[in-house]
């Protein structure tokens, strides 16, 4: 496991302090909770992202997700594929790599993705992180990615969106949000777009689930005129 030196953001040990442990990390990486947490989408969710990446593929992901999601992206990818897992904290990259097995195509990297990325990859993948950041880190990490991009890369995000008006989940998830998610409300009020550092350099495809509640966002850098 390759480790990066870095401080813990202040916010993640305030809202997050059950982050760090393994018996928390557990419960949230199995399917049930996985399930449980997006009203039952979590498998579409995954299926979805995982179809888009490619045979072969070199893939970061940032952000441990756990419930099987990994083990499709390396069955999707293949063996001459390679999967970089990249997370904050060591008890949920242990526990990721004991759900996978010891791959020899897939590496763990404890590090901050606000930092910047020394490595290029055709895709990268960032599932369900934004809604835990403040707007200026969201924009870090997506700059940094964005950076780190192959040409002709994508930077897949799977994260909240604004559910329409007349989404029965919609007070339900904004009022649970604003008690224990309070970064992700800007998901809500702004598009991905919002965070890029020159939208206008970039390509967006979106597809909105769950009636505009959960949003898979590829992003693209366009070819050069």
């Known amino acids: 496991m390759n480790l990066q030196t870095f401080k813990i953001p202040p916010y993640v040990s ?11 990390s557990k419960i ?4 049930a909770y996985a399930c449980l947490t997006t009203f039952f ?12 990446l490619a045979y072969q593929e070199k893939v970061l992901q940032i952000g441990v997700v756990g419930a099987g999601f990994e083990s499709k992206i390396l069955n999707q990818i293949g063996e001459d594929g390679d999967l ?4 904050l904290s060591d008890a949920r990259l242990s526990l990721c790599e004991q759900q996978t097995g010891k791959r020899k195509n897939m590496h763990f990297e404890r ?4 930092l910047p990325l020394d490595k290029k990859y055709g895709t990268i993948v960032a599932p369900f992180v934004l809604h ?21 890369g994508t930077l897949i995000v799977l994260d909240y969106h604004a559910p329409a008006k007349a989404n029965l989940l919609r007070l339900l998830v904004r009022t649970y949000n604003r008690l224990r998610e309070p970064f992700a ?17 970039y390509t967006v495809e979106r597809a909105l ?17």
Request: charged share 30%; hydrophobic share 40%; proline share 4%.
């Open 111 to 114: 590090a901050d993705a606000r």
């Open 14 to 24: 305030e809202l997050y302090p059950s982050y760090f442990s393994v018996f928390r």
């Open 209 to 225: 689930f769950c009636a505009g509640l959960y949003q898979i966002t590829a992003i693209k850098k366009k070819a050069a005129e």
């Open 84 to 87: 970089t897992v990249m997370d």
């Open 132 to 152: 835990e950041m403040p707007d200026k880190s969201k924009k870090a990490v997506i700059k940094n990615a964005l950076n780190a991009l192959s040409k002709n």
């Open 185 to 201: 409300e800007s998901l809500a009020h702004y598009k991905i777009e919002a965070f890029l550092p020159n939208a206008s350099k």
């Open 41 to 52: 989408y979590a498998p579409l969710l995954h299926r979805e992202v995982v179809d888009m």
């Open 28 to 31: 949230e990486m199995h399917k």
